[in-house]
Every structure is written in C-alpha cells, then in structure tokens.
C-alpha cells in the first residue's frame, strides 16, 4: 500500500468511526458494537452496513433486510425485485438478495464525506417507510397470487 493509500484509508476510517458514533447515539446503541458487526435493528427490522474499506473508499451501504423469500415464491419475488430496480431511480434503492441467504434486501450507498449519523439514521427511518409499502406489495401480490391460483383450481374442479 502507498503512502497515499494509507492516508486515505486512515480518513475514510476516522469518518466512518464518526459516522458510526453518531448513528449509534441517534439510535441509543452500543458504538463500539455497531462498528464491529455493522448490525442494526430498527422497528422490528435487521439492518446492515457494509464498510467496503480498500474497494469504495469514501462509501458506505446501508441495507434493509426484507426477510425470508419462500423457495416455492422465489422467482416471483425476484423477478418484482429486478423489475423495481429499473422502474425505479436509484434514489429509491437497489434490490438485491443478501449473499449466501434467501433474504431480499433493499440497499442504499452514500457518500461518507459530508454524511453524519444524526441524518442518516434520519434517512433509515423514513426508508422504513418505503420498506412497508413493498412488504405490503410483496404480501397483496402473494394473495392475489394465492387468489387467482384459487380460482383456477375451482374452475377446473379441484376445490381448496
């Protein structure tokens, strides 16, 4: 490493540590734990930040995770989770599924420099927001799904 690159890297720390101070303290949550493992649970939601360090210096990814996505609805869910991501600007978030899991996420990266914890735990929770009503699309499509799946089978005579 350069001595360049280790000077950015020591100031993309010291932000990030800043950052993680303040959105700790806006939360009321241990700084030293959230710094550790990136984990947050806001309103009852698992929330994750990822610190790229050496690839993104300077940036920072919050995700929200989504839960769940049953085996049996997965290409369902993704394919409204792909298609979210081109109708909508990427100042509403990216979709995308938590490596090594069956959990869809919905994902914001920010800029660190001028970023405090105070606005982006702000951020998080109006993103809650928007984290409900794509749980409540999720769950209308799913029973619209089971609804029309019912009446398919009533019409061919196999009853539910």
Known sequence: ????????????????????????????????????????????IDIGLLNYKMWDQGRITVFFDLGTIPPARQAEVYRKL??????????????????????GAL????????????????NICETLTQYRSLEK??????????LRMGTSLKSSGIGL
């Open 107 to 122: 994902a914001y990266t920010f800029d660190i420099d001028g970023l405090d914890g105070y606005g982006l735990a702000k």
């Open 1 to 44: 490493m350069t001595k360049e690159e280790e000077t950015l890297q020591a100031a993309h720390e010291e932000l990030y540590g800043r950052l993680i101070t303040e959105l700790a303290d806006a939360f009321g949550v241990d700084a030293a734990a959230l710094k550790e493992t990136g984990h947050l649970v806001v309103g009852g």
């Open 82 to 103: 792909l298609e979210q991501n081109l109708l909508l600007p990427r100042t509403f978030g990216t979709y995308a599924i938590i490596p090594g899991t069956d959990h």
């Open 137 to 146: 699309s999720l769950q209308d499509a799913s029973e619209s799904s089971r």
